[in-house]
């Protein structure tokens, strides 16, 4: 098992961390907290994806090698839930869903994952790192300098990718899990093999990204903008988002190391680029394949063109302790925010599993 100061030795990390505000936020005061554990869950209320456009102000914190932006909702001392975006996201994905479990009584923790929006490298000299190892020990230095020790953790794309590493490497810290696409941990012996060719095309910017073409377009803001844009429109077919809520998000692609981070994580993912033998120990253990025995709900959007046919059945060996797969009809890859009340839904049921 891979404690906590086995994972700040690895990085070279003091134990120590500046105390944040947990002040309890306006409005939230006086929610009761939801008791986990079995039992009938709460029934969300139902909302209209949209009905939010912002967060409150953003928090600010140094955790292992970064300066870590994110949002947080709901009373101090709540039970937590670790909201993780994807790419071409951000935290915004998660701007209905955040609200709802807050008003359960939910301490939630939306933050923005390297590379994007306010989190920042503490050091010019770390490598701008997109793979999944070292995503997931960001999180895990997250939830250790806010000394939170267990979470539920949901995600989407990276999000479930580093939710599903999180429950695989630490499944301590993880009371439960929600994944959009069910099991997402990279092996990348496999991605050396070819797939159907609708699947290769269905995957044309992870090819696009592998070229340096692909890199100066993601290096260039304008054709960066349009790329994301229509990978929104792509993975997202029914999904009628409007200019400001694409603008909302796209500001979080100005990140000086943006561009660097991603298109190490899909040129590392390929075997075209190396990771860091920092990770070494944990990527050895995720090429095993592990499985992954926390409680899990798994979510799969119909209309994403990422969803692996067999309504979850691809995936559901990999997955050993109390599970629950959903599929959600109509729905595209940015899940959480095309149906914000059935994924708040999801966070709160598997926590009373």
Known sequence: MIDRRSFNRALGLGAGAAAVSMATLPGTADAAPVPGGPGAAPVVPTI???????????????????????AEL????????????????????????????????????????????????????????????????????????????RAVVAGFDWGSRTGDVLAALWPERVKALVSVSGYLITNRQAQLDPIAPAGEHTWWYQYYFATERGRKAMEDKGLRHDLTRFVWQQVSPTWKFDDATFERTAAAFENPDYAAVVIHNYRWRLSVADGERRYDRYEDR??????????????????????????????????????????????????????????AQAVVDVDHF
Request: charged share 15%; proline share 10%.
């Open 48 to 70: 209209t994806p949209g009905t939010h456009t912002s967060f409150p102000r953003l928090k600010q914190v140094e955790a292992g090698l970064l300066n870590v932006g994110y």
């Open 74 to 149: 709901g009373p101090a001392h709540g039970p937590v839930v670790l909201c993780l975006h994807g790419w071409p996201y951000d935290i915004h994905s998660y701007v209905d869903v955040a609200p709802l479990l807050a008003g359960l009584g939910y301490r939630v923790i939306v933050p923005y994952l390297r590379g994007h929006g306010t989190t920042r490298f503490l050091s010019p000299r770390t490598f701008r790192n997109g793979q999944q190892a070292a995503i997931a020990m960001d999180v895990i230095a997250l939830l250790d300098t806010l000394r939170i020790d």
């Open 286 to 343: 995720l090429a095993l394949k592990p499985t992954i025995g926390v409680p899990t709900i798994t979510l799969d959007p119909a209309l994403d063109p990422f969803t692996a046919p067999g309504d979850g059945a691809s995936y559901r060996a990999m997955f050993t302790g109390k599970y629950e797969h959903r599929t959600l009809g109509g729905i595209g890859h940015n899940l959480p925010q095309e149906a914000p009340t059935a994924f």
